[in-house]
């Protein structure tokens, strides 16, 4: 059970070069979550997919595309990177209802470098 | 909207010292309450967690306490280690449909020998 799981680790790109980061959970979870994390900021939200189906925008989505290929994979696109997308991306999923006190796992992160 | 705001960091601490990170939060309802870790280079990892009102969440001598009354989710640990050095974030969540969680902007914890 290997959790959340993203790939790339590492990436650097050049401005306007395009990239894809990978995300996939094994935990059969509905939602799934894209967030960056930056120095100060704390973590903020790109984009959503609280069910298979369905991408919603969060807080700063901006340059940043999503695809929810199946339940299992949530893809972020960038189409034309820019230096102000350096940061650390974070993949989560989680699974809620009434049941569930809503807590969201998280992958391993991806530490992006745009030049 | 609903926020979490914690204590500034960085916070240092000698090791065994005691350790408070304080958070509050706005919310409307009953949001869950929880406290992450993020360790150098890695993701975040749940720490503890509380969904109702005097819940106490407790993990490896971490505790918080979900006081509605104060609307806080103080971290506390009684004896902390040199291995305790991270950051952690508070977050909560407002039980919605998009299972969305807001974050506090996150406190390092220095744990010197």
């Known amino acids: 059970n290997a959790g959340v799981t993203q790939t790339p680790k590492f990436q650097v790109l050049k401005t306007g070069q395009s990239m894809t980061l990978q995300c996939a959970q094994d935990m059969n979870h509905n939602s799934m979550y894209w967030y960056r994390q930056d120095p100060g900021m704390g973590l903020r939200l790109i984009y959503y997919?609280?069910?298979?189906?369905?991408?919603d925008k969060g807080e700063v989505p901006n340059g940043y595309n999503v695809s929810r290929l199946n339940k299992r994979e949530f893809s972020l696109r960038l189409e034309s990177a820019a230096p102000s997308q350096t940061s650390v991306y974070f993949c989560?999923?989680?699974?809620?209802?009434?049941?569930?006190?809503?807590?969201?796992?998280f992958g391993p992160g991806t530490r992006l470098t745009v030049t | 909207g609903d926020s979490v705001t914690q204590m500034e960091g960085p916070v240092t601490l000698s090791e065994e010292a005691f350790l408070t990170i304080n958070c509050t939060y706005t919310?409307?309802?009953?949001?869950?309450l929880f406290w992450y870790v993020q360790y150098p280079g890695e993701g975040l990892q749940l720490l503890l967690k509380a969904t109702k009102a005097d819940d106490k969440g407790s993990n490896k001598g971490f505790e918080a306490t979900y006081r509605k009354e104060t609307t806080s989710f103080h971290l506390e640990k009684g004896s902390v280690q040199v291995s305790d050095s991270a950051v952690y974030f508070c977050a909560l969540s407002d039980r919605s449909n998009t299972g969305k969680l807001i974050f506090g902007q996150g406190t390092t914890l220095q744990v010197k020998p």
């Open positions: 919310a409307t309802g009953y949001p869950s």
């Open positions: 997919s609280a069910s298979e189906g369905t991408t």
């Open positions: 989560a999923s989680s699974e809620f209802g009434q049941l569930s006190s809503y807590e969201q796992y």
